[in-house]
């Protein structure tokens, strides 16, 4: 049997954990057995997990754990496997999932698989993670009569397939002061900033050839007439020239407008692990043989300094 | 206050990278070596808070000899002591890691009591496993928070801001604790040439681990699918904005 803990939000799973639902069931053909689920602080998902082939519901809604507390939900979750066995414990790779699953390992002396993308299950397990920032896969072999997998986001697109029906259980772990030593005290809901990089069809990215935060000053324009957001590289958040919030790269925002437009930018494997998902990529380089150009299906080689202007010319006279 | 950031040399691979003719490891012979962002900034935040409260900040790595390099820059930013476990072996995988720097930091405690902060980078830029620093707490039997973006302390309390996906969590915690920070909660600085200078007296303690066996074994690294493009270039300068809205249009984006 293979266990999935979902996140949810009033009820209804997130995106990640939707995927992690789809991701079990590939891993049920291997395994064989049913998918179960746990979740804290809601009765109201079975009729959604049934539609995402979960036959079997463990509810967890004690007070005390309605808000997110890692080592206290890490202890809960232990206790349910102690109790029921599953082969493996899958949970969406998100801060949370990944942050509550390395807890269960240490609770049970268990190693943890972070960010999995492929499983081949046999005698030995194979498995298959994103490492480098998605640049590389890592092939680790585990030999554990539980597997603790969280699984990459994006890895596989959520999909339904429904079972017939999804018992629900409700599960009361037993737990002591300390466990809720770090608990979330209270959540600022983020407020929709209209334009924002990761909601964009259009991103502008500038990295070291912008120069300086007034370099900036040509990408706003252009972002303005084109309704894009502007974001810069590592190196531009690093020297003050750009907030950190504007990062586009494997530690600041993860992109995937229909059309990136990066500036300047050479193309660190850092900078691509957060632009890889746009659908195209045009480059305006000064160097022919920058490394952006080899994941780029457009260039024009030249200053971004003197190309922009003529680009905002140009559309402005078309 | 005293605060331990441990970090991980890692080779600056640039814009591709090589693999090492096992596949076990980065080809690493012409590359220079860095450590990640995020470390970057909990270098950064030890400095600010030794600075501010007084007391001492240590930076600790595992890693081959060469990692001392790593140690010295941030020890020329402004970190006080260094550290260096000392392993021929660059694959330890999390528990491994986390294993040895436990055992380490009980002696470092011993000797010259507890550390009121420790603090890691959220994942490591090479493996990402971001195992290490709530590996460490639990065997501390101390609270951790993973990939946080604000850190501010209020006597024994560590006052505590993470982003998620729709929002960002507020904790208060108490002190000791174990945090692995997100690169943006600060800026980091350069080290200075005299920082530079004096860093070089700085004596670093030469620790030799071993790792011990776990449940999970590294196999080798795998290309992802090859991504590699072949740009259409639309021109020069600024005569190819003609094609450039061209292309515009094309993606009906204009």
Same mark, same amino acid.
């Given at each position: 049997?293979?266990?999935?803990?979902?996140?949810?939000?009033?009820?209804?799973?997130?995106?990640?954990?939707?995927?992690?639902?789809?991701?079990?069931?590939?891993?049920?053909?291997?395994?064989?057995?049913?998918?179960?689920?746990?979740?804290?602080?809601?009765?109201?998902?079975?009729?959604?997990?049934?539609?995402?082939?979960?036959?079997?519901?463990?509810?967890?809604?004690?007070?005390?754990?309605?808000?997110?507390?890692?080592?206290?939900?890490?202890?809960?979750?232990?206790?349910? &496997?102690? +109790? $029921?066995?599953?082969?493996?414990?899958?949970?969406? #790779? !998100?801060?949370? =999932?990944?942050? /509550?699953?390395?807890?269960?390992?240490?609770?049970?002396?268990?190693?943890?698989?972070?960010?999995?993308?492929?499983?081949?299950?046999?005698?030995?397990?194979?498995?298959?993670?994103?490492?480098?920032?998605?640049?590389?896969?890592?092939?680790?072999?585990?030999?554990?009569?539980?597997?603790?997998?969280?699984?990459?986001?994006?890895?596989?697109?959520?999909?339904?397939?429904?079972?017939?029906?999804?018992?629900?259980?409700?599960?009361?772990?037993?737990?002591?002061?300390?466990?809720?030593?770090?608990?979330?005290?209270?959540?600022?809901?983020?407020?929709?900033?209209?334009?924002?990089?990761? &909601?964009? +069809? $259009?991103?502008?990215?500038?990295?070291?050839?912008? #120069? !300086?935060?007034? =370099?900036?000053? /040509?990408?706003?324009?252009?972002?303005?007439?084109?309704?894009?957001?502007?974001?810069?590289?590592?190196?531009?958040?690093?020297?003050?020239?750009?907030?950190?919030?504007?990062?586009?790269?494997?530690?600041?925002?993860?992109?995937?407008?229909?059309?990136?437009?990066?500036?300047?930018?050479?193309?660190?494997?850092?900078?691509?692990?957060?632009?890889?998902?746009?659908?195209?990529?045009?480059?305006?380089?000064?160097?022919?043989?920058?490394?952006?150009?080899?994941?780029?299906?457009?260039?024009?080689?030249?200053?971004?300094?003197?190309?922009?202007?003529?680009?905002?010319?140009?559309?402005?006279?078309? | 206050?005293?605060?331990?950031?441990?970090?991980?040399?890692?080779?600056?691979?640039?814009?591709?990278?090589?693999?090492?003719?096992?596949?076990?490891?980065?080809?690493?012979?012409?590359?220079?070596?860095?450590?990640?962002?995020?470390?970057?900034?909990?270098?950064?935040?030890?400095?600010?808070?030794?600075?501010?409260?007084?007391?001492?900040?240590?930076?600790?790595?595992?890693?081959?000899?060469?990692?001392?390099?790593?140690?010295?820059?941030?020890?020329?930013?402004?970190?006080?002591?260094?550290?260096?476990?000392?392993?021929?072996?660059?694959?330890?995988?999390?528990?491994?890691?986390?294993?040895?720097?436990?055992?380490?930091?009980?002696?470092?405690?011993?000797?010259?009591?507890?550390?009121?902060?420790?603090?890691?980078?959220?994942?490591?830029?090479?493996?990402?496993?971001?195992?290490?620093?709530?590996?460490?707490?639990?065997?501390?039997?101390?609270?951790?928070?993973?990939?946080?973006?604000?850190?501010?302390?209020?006597?024994?309390?560590?006052?505590?801001?993470?982003?998620?996906?729709?929002?960002?969590?507020?904790?208060?915690?108490?002190?000791?604790?174990?945090?692995?920070?997100?690169?943006?909660?600060?800026?980091?600085?350069?080290?200075?040439?005299?920082?530079?200078?004096?860093?070089?007296?700085?004596?670093?303690?030469?620790?030799?681990?071993?790792?011990?066996?776990?449940?999970?074994?590294?196999?080798?690294?795998?290309?992802?699918?090859?991504?590699?493009?072949?740009?259409?270039?639309?021109?020069?300068?600024?005569?190819?904005?003609?094609?450039?809205?061209?292309?515009?249009?094309?993606?009906?984006?204009?």
């Amino acid at each position: 049997m293979i266990l999935v803990f979902v996140e949810h939000r009033d009820g209804q799973p997130d995106i990640p954990s939707l995927q992690t639902l789809s991701f079990a069931r590939t891993l049920a053909a291997q395994t064989g057995g049913n998918i179960e689920a746990v979740a804290f602080g809601s009765d109201s998902l079975a009729d959604i997990l049934r539609d995402y082939g979960v036959s079997r519901y463990h509810s967890i809604t004690d007070d005390q754990l309605v808000a997110y507390a890692s080592e206290a939900w890490a202890v809960s979750l232990k206790q349910l &496997t102690d +109790s $029921i066995s599953p082969k493996v414990l899958l949970a969406p #790779g !998100s801060i949370r =999932g990944n942050e /509550v699953m390395v807890y269960v390992g240490a609770l049970s002396s268990l190693s943890v698989v972070t960010n999995v993308c492929q499983v081949n299950a046999g005698n030995e397990w194979r498995i298959t993670r994103t490492s480098w920032g998605g640049g590389l896969f890592e092939k680790v072999l585990i030999d554990q009569d539980l597997a603790l997998l969280t699984l990459s986001t994006n890895t596989v697109e959520a999909s339904e397939s429904a079972v017939d029906s999804c018992d629900i259980v409700s599960f009361t772990p037993a737990l002591e002061k300390k466990h809720f030593r770090a608990q979330v005290k209270s959540v600022e809901r983020s407020v929709d900033e209209g334009m924002s990089l990761k &909601t964009a +069809s $259009i991103v502008i990215g500038g990295g070291r050839g912008v #120069g !300086s935060g007034e =370099g900036f000053g /040509v990408l706003e324009e252009l972002g303005e007439i084109l309704k894009a957001a502007v974001g810069g590289s590592r190196v531009t958040t690093n020297n003050g020239w750009r907030a950190h919030k504007h990062q586009i790269g494997l530690t600041g925002n993860h992109i995937s407008p229909k059309l990136y437009i990066a500036c300047g930018i050479s193309g660190a494997i850092q900078h691509m692990a957060g632009c890889k998902n746009s659908e195209n990529i045009l480059v305006i380089n000064t160097d022919e043989n920058a490394p952006m150009l080899s994941h780029a299906d457009y260039g024009v080689i030249g200053d971004l300094h003197e190309v922009i202007p003529a680009i905002i010319e140009e559309i402005k006279n078309s | 206050m005293n605060v331990l950031v441990c970090i991980k040399q890692i080779p600056d691979v640039g814009g591709t990278i090589k693999l090492s003719d096992d596949d076990r490891d980065i080809d690493s012979r012409n590359l220079g070596f860095t450590i990640s962002p995020h470390e970057e900034c909990a270098v950064e935040q030890a400095i600010q808070l030794v600075k501010k409260e007084g007391g001492s900040a240590t930076v600790l790595t595992l890693g081959i000899a060469d990692s001392e390099k790593q140690l010295r820059d941030s020890l020329a930013r402004g970190m006080n002591k260094g550290v260096l476990l000392h392993t021929d072996n660059n694959n330890w995988n999390a528990n491994q890691t986390a294993q040895a720097i436990t055992d380490t930091i009980k002696e470092l405690e011993t000797d010259n009591g507890i550390f009121d902060l420790i603090l890691f980078g959220s994942e490591s830029a090479d493996r990402g496993n971001g195992q290490v620093g709530i590996l460490v707490a639990h065997a501390l039997d101390r609270p951790s928070v993973n990939g946080i973006n604000g850190l501010e302390i209020a006597g024994d309390m560590a006052l505590v801001k993470r982003d998620i996906d729709d929002g960002t969590e507020n904790y208060e915690l108490d002190l000791p604790a174990v945090f692995a920070v997100k690169d943006g909660m600060n800026l980091p600085r350069s080290a200075s040439l005299r920082g530079t200078v004096m860093a070089k007296k700085i004596p670093i303690q030469f620790i030799d681990v071993e790792p011990d066996d776990t449940g999970i074994a590294f196999l080798k690294f795998e290309r992802t699918p090859e991504q590699s493009k072949q740009a259409v270039v639309l021109g020069r300068g600024p005569e190819a904005a003609a094609n450039v809205v061209q292309v515009l249009k094309t993606l009906e984006l204009v």
